[in-house]
């Protein structure tokens, strides 16, 4: 039987996110995440429409990636950029050690900055970025953390930069969607990973472009996208609150 949909099951908990979770379970998972993102969060079109056109020659763009998983957005970014002739400082950020730990022995010479730390600790260092963005990390929040997010990922951001934060769409087709596109390999390219079950609670989790614009302060423009998608996004020519 399918859940109900029709409004955010917020206290429901993704198998991954248990701190006594089954590490070959967990690690299989984050080795998946590339595979999975490609294929639900088009990082090649925010490559294209946001990243590449803000990178420069005279200086490296720097890139702060938030609740970074295993890291394989921030690892897909730096090829990029290098195959382009331009140059970067991207920072996966996540509070879980365990996704640290793991991204850090799976850089493969991307040269990723892994940090352990909350987005507030970087406000507090005064830390600041060109592009601050995010993928699949709100829907794991609750109402303070989220405001939190926000508030941080402003302060964060270079004049003139962007905040970008990618996260699922909350509807029947997308659960849908998603249950049958992993039945099939569920079984062998998924196995022995939390990537089915936890992706359908995502999407339990998730947000819908109305939930979203209701929470998001001013400032913050919601956009829809393909398939089952939501960005919450700052532009850095808005006033700060």
Not at 105 to 121: C, V
Not at 214 to 230: D, E, H, Y
Request: net charge neutral; hydrophobic share 40%.
């Amino acid at each position: 039987m399918r859940p109900d949909l029709t409004t955010r099951d917020a206290e429901a908990r993704e198998l991954m996110d248990d701190p006594h979770a089954d590490a070959r379970m967990l690690a299989r998972t984050y080795g998946r995440f590339g595979f999975v993102n490609a294929l639900v969060s088009r990082p090649g079109t925010l490559y294209r429409r946001d990243i590449r056109p803000r990178a420069r020659r005279s200086r490296p763009l720097r890139i702060l990636d938030v609740g970074a998983g295993g890291g394989d957005l921030c690892r897909l970014l730096a090829w990029r950029l290098r195959q382009d002739g331009l140059d970067a400082e991207i920072t996966a950020l996540d509070a879980d050690e365990r996704a640290i730990r793991w991204a850090s022995a799976h850089d493969g010479g991307a040269g990723i900055r892994y940090r352990r730390a909350l987005t507030s600790e970087l406000v507090a260092a005064g830390e600041t970025y060109d592009v601050v963005l995010s993928n699949h990390v709100l829907h794991h929040l609750d109402d303070a953390e989220l405001t939190t997010v926000l508030s941080d990922s402003v302060q964060l951001i270079t004049p003139g930069g962007l905040v970008s934060h990618h996260d699922i769409a909350r509807s029947r087709t997308a659960y849908a969607l998603f249950a049958a596109a992993t039945w099939t390999i569920s079984t062998t390219l998924l196995a022995d990973s939390f990537i089915r079950e936890d992706g359908l609670i995502s999407v339990r989790r998730s947000h819908t472009a109305a939930e979203l614009a209701a929470i998001a302060p001013a400032g913050w423009t919601v956009r829809g996208g393909v398939p089952s998608r939501l960005e919450l996004r700052w532009q850095g020519d808005h006033a700060r609150p």
